[in-house]
C-alpha cells in the first residue's frame, strides 16, 4: 500500500480533529494488521469504490477519548458511549473521508464514499470488504488511543 495513498488520510484525520476539537494525536508507527478485532471501543467504517480502486477505511477510538472528543466539539463530556458519541464518529469518519478523497481527486484518484457505519462495544469486529492489505496506524493523545485503519486493493483494467 503506498503512501500517497495512505497519507491524505493520516492528514485528514489530523486537520479534522486539530479544528473541530482542538486537539492533537500524535501518531505512532504503522503496521500490517492480520486480524478483524478493533483495537478501540467504538469504531466508523466506510466503504469506497472507484474506478481504480476499492476498499474501506475505519476509525477506531477508546471509550475516554472518544468521551473527550465529545466533550471539545459540544462542551459536554458523557459519561459512555451514548448514541450522540457513536454520531460523532460516523460524523469524523465521513469528514476525513472527505478530505482524503479530496486529495486523492487531486492525484487522479476517484472514489465514491458510502454512509459510515459505527460499530461499538468491547472486542467487536471490523470486518473490511476488500482483499488488499490492512494497515493499522495507531494514534495516541493522553486520554487514549486511537486506529486508523486503511484496507484498498487496486482494480485491474482488463
Do not use: W
Not at 74 to 89: A, K
Amino acid at each position: 500500500m503506498n503512501a500517497e495513498f495512505v497519507n491524505p488520510f493520516l492528514q485528514a484525520l489530523q486537520n479534522v480533529l486539530s479544528m473541530m476539537a482542538q486537539m492533537e494525536l500524535k501518531p505512532g508507527k504503522p503496521q500490517l494488521k492480520q486480524d478483524e478485532m478493533a483495537r478501540g471501543d467504538v469504531s466508523g467504517i466506510i466503504g469506497m469504490v472507484g474506478p481504480q480502486v476499492k476498499g474501506s477505511f475505519s476509525i477506531s477510538f477508546e471509550e475516554k477519548l472518544a468521551c473527550e472528543i465529545m466533550s471539545k466539539m459540544v462542551g459536554e463530556e458523557p459519561d459512555t458511549l451514548d448514541d450522540e458519541v457513536c454520531d460523532m464518529v460516523g460524523e469524523i469518519t465521513n469528514m476525513v473521508t472527505g478530505g482524503a478523497k479530496k486529495t486523492l481527486g487531486e492525484k487522479g484518484y476517484e472514489f465514491q464514499m458510502a454512509t459510515p457505519i459505527v460499530v461499538s462495544g468491547k472486542d467487536h469486529t471490523i470486518s473490511h470488504r476488500s482483499d488488499g492489505k490492512k494497515l493499522i496506524m495507531p494514534f495516541s493523545h493522553q486520554a487514549g488511543q486511537a486506529y486508523i485503519e486503511i484496507c484498498f486493493e487496486e482494480i485491474s483494467s482488463s
